[in-house]
């Protein structure tokens, strides 16, 4: 090795982000200087990647959970020729840049997952062990594997004091993800100050209690025994491991190193100055880079993207000795067949319902259907599975010893399953869902943000979807959950009706490309909808019961409320009021349908309407201006008697529109 190349292309990463971060006049050089020799050694000597092709299956991947170091990816982005330009590194953080704040997937390539709410990184990177371990588990044969990657996390003393962390890390340990490999930027610098005043447990004892096993390197800076240490890691097929590195935040910048002030301020001009003087940086002029550090790199990212040839060649062979395989590889890879796209060619699952069921039980049989034609789909629960109905039966359990199995079982980890589910999108090649109780949303609803944010059709079932659970109580009876999830830009959420309408949102799910879709069942008992009506779920509102005649009246309802506005209506009718009734079931998709078909639905000339759903009735005003809804929160009690104190029934509908 040739000690001073390694130091002058681990000084450049420092000097681009100290650059970028002083042009820009804000971001957070304390990670990337502090952090750059061991990102350095990971990159170079160890990472398997290539450029060129950025999505590269089976790539090793680096997730930066410690998402405001930004600079230090995109310099590593820029200099190991990922398409980033010098320009693109001088436009940190400004509008519609490549280099936004902090790193954004789909946006900048080389970028595998978004990163910014800290700790995320960590259950992220889980979900993508879990997905490589499952894949290869699926896929290789002896001699030929196909999938057969690393995941490597950086984290820093925040994702640590985080919540997400020991829930990602106990099941990490847990599922023996022995090539989920976790590098500890160990500051003991965060905002505040020395992490002493809020933080001072021992985080390898906790990883060790975790499964996992842990590696101390004591100088950040030393490049051989940081290597080293991730050689030990790659070593160990039996755990996770920890890797500590004990660093300095801000480390080259006489003024900044060790202090709190290097995290989220530019250096400033003179300590950038300071800066290069320290490190003995030949270059004065901001944004250069000597030559030989470029072709350092350039020979650097060659020998990384070897692998990729090689797994070319290795594909090749394994589809002449195995074309069956390959076949199903190429089907998990989206590239052959589209299974989603024909699910109502299949009988049962667009059947009629039979009698009244609950729409979890629904999703349930649906589920069962699913996880025969979509061979890719994986999913689970958080210890609540034979509640929300979501185990798929003869798919095995997914677990250290069986990792060929689909169920997840995520133990009592909401937060690390959101994180998880997304970290398995991320990966590529598989379908995943989660899920808990719906008022238990609020514990993954970050994870559900960030599913929308990075464009993944994670799906979320959600159920025991309002008071209708009954004698739980306030506790778990959602009130609120549902105008928060359809807040969320770039998420569907669907609330079916009956077995139909559960069938069009897995549908609609399944057939997601870029949005997640969360779907709400009912705990409770559901009659069916006129047959064949459910099917126009998919365009989120439709006419379930049309009015004899033209409409009088109008009662927009969703899920377990559709059948109460059934009540209403004949009632209503039988007072020569013609009414109809408006299914509801994905307020997002009703408004992106045509102005012609919204009006066709909801006729501006109908103003007698009034909005049913147990729940809050924010948001409603857009369709009416009378709701029957609760903006309260629940009590204990039989679920038909709470919808008798909370005024949900079919009478308090004829009184609001008579
Ligand atoms: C969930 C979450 N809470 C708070 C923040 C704001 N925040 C960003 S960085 C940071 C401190 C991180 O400290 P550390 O991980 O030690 O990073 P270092 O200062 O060492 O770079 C905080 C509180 C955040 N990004 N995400
Ligand atoms: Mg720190």
């Not at 990647?49 to 999505?55: G, M, S, Y």
């Not at 902090?102 to 990177?125: F, K, N, Q, R, W």
Request: with cysteine.
């Amino acid at each position: 090795m040739n000690k001073e190349i390694d130091n002058l292309s681990v000084n450049a990463i420092r000097i681009l982000s100290a650059d970028a971060i002083q042009k820009a006049n804000s971001g957070h050089p304390g990670l990337p200087l502090g952090a750059a020799p061991a990102a350095y050694t990971l990159w170079s000597r160890h990472m398997k990647f290539d450029p060129l092709a950025p999505q590269w299956i089976n790539r090793d991947r680096f997730v930066l959970s410690g998402g405001h170091g930004s600079m230090l990816l995109y310099s590593l982005l820029h200099l190991f020729g990922f398409g980033l330009k010098i320009e693109d590194i001088m436009n940190f953080r400004q509008l519609d840049s490549l280099t936004p704040g902090h790193p954004e997937y789909g946006h900048t390539a080389g970028v595998d997952a978004t990163t910014g709410p800290l700790g995320a990184g960590l259950g992220m990177a889980v979900g993508m062990a879990i997905a490589e371990r499952h894949l290869a588990a699926k896929f290789n044969k002896e001699g030929l594997p196909v999938i057969d990657h690393y995941t490597f996390a950086l984290a820093g003393d925040g994702c640590m004091m985080e919540g997400i962390s020991s829930e990602a890390m106990s099941l990490a340990g847990t599922l023996g993800l022995s090539k989920l490999i976790v590098l500890y930027d160990s500051n003991n610098i965060s905002i505040e100050g020395s992490t002493d005043i809020a933080f001072t447990e021992n985080v390898r004892k906790r990883f060790e209690a975790f499964g996992f096993q842990t590696l101390l390197v004591e100088d950040g800076t030393d490049i051989e025994a940081i290597d080293k240490a991730i050689a030990e890691a790659k070593a160990d097929t039996e755990r996770p491991s920890l890797i500590e590195i004990k660093t300095k935040i801000g480390a080259g910048c006489p003024a900044k190193e060790g202090k709190s002030s290097a995290h989220g301020e530019p250096l400033g001009v003179e300590n950038v100055k300071a800066l290069r003087e320290n490190l003995g940086w030949p270059i004065e002029e901001s944004f250069v880079v000597p030559d030989e550090v470029y072709e350092n790199y350039a020979s650097l990212a060659e020998n990384a993207a070897k692998a990729h040839a090689d797994w070319d060649a290795l594909m090749k062979e394994y589809a002449e000795k195995y074309p069956e395989d390959m076949k199903l590889f190429n089907e998990y890879m989206g590239e052959a067949g589209d299974a989603a796209a024909k699910l109502y060619d299949i009988p049962d699952f667009a059947k009629d319902q039979e009698g009244a069921v609950a729409t979890r039980n629904a999703s349930g049989q649906i589920i069962n259907i699913l996880c025969k034609v979509l061979p890719n789909l994986i999913g689970g629960s958080a210890d609540l599975a034979p509640s929300t109905k979501t185990y798929m039966n003869d798919c095995g359990d997914f677990s250290k010893a069986t990792p060929e199995g689909r169920n997840l079982h995520f133990g009592v980890r909401e937060l690390a399953m959101g994180a998880i589910g997304n970290g398995i999108m991320l990966h590529g090649g598989l379908r995943a869902f989660v899920s808990t109780f719906f008022v238990f949303s609020d514990y993954l609803k970050p994870m559900a943000r960030m599913s929308a944010l990075m464009k993944l059709p994670t799906t979320f079932v959600l159920t025991h979807d309002s008071i209708g659970v009954g004698e739980d109580g306030p506790t778990h009876q959602p009130i609120e959950q549902l105008a928060t999830f359809r807040a969320i830009p770039n998420m569907l959420t669907f609330r079916p009706a009956d077995y139909t309408e559960t069938a069009a949102a897995w549908y609609t799910a399944m057939n997601s490309t870029s949005r997640p879709v969360s779907l709400v069942l009912s705990r409770q008992n559901l009659p069916a909808l006129p047959s064949g009506v459910g099917k126009n779920a998919v365009r989120g509102g439709y006419i379930a019961a049309e009015a004899e005649g033209a409409p009088d009246a109008i009662i927009i309802a969703t899920g377990s409320e559709v059948g109460i506005a059934m009540e209403a209506k004949a009632k209503l009718d039988a007072k020569g009021i013609n009414t109809r009734v408006v299914s509801m079931p994905c307020v997002e998709l009703f408004d992106e349908q045509s102005e012609t078909y919204k009006e066709g639905v909801l006729p501006s000339s109908v103003t007698n309407r009034v909005t049913v759903e147990a729940a809050s009735t924010f948001g409603w005003d857009k369709y009416a201006s009378k709701h029957i809804g609760i903006d309260t929160f629940g009590a204990s009690g039989p679920a038909d008697l709470l919808y008798k104190k909370f005024g949900i029934t079919a009478d308090a509908i004829v009184e609001a529109l008579s």
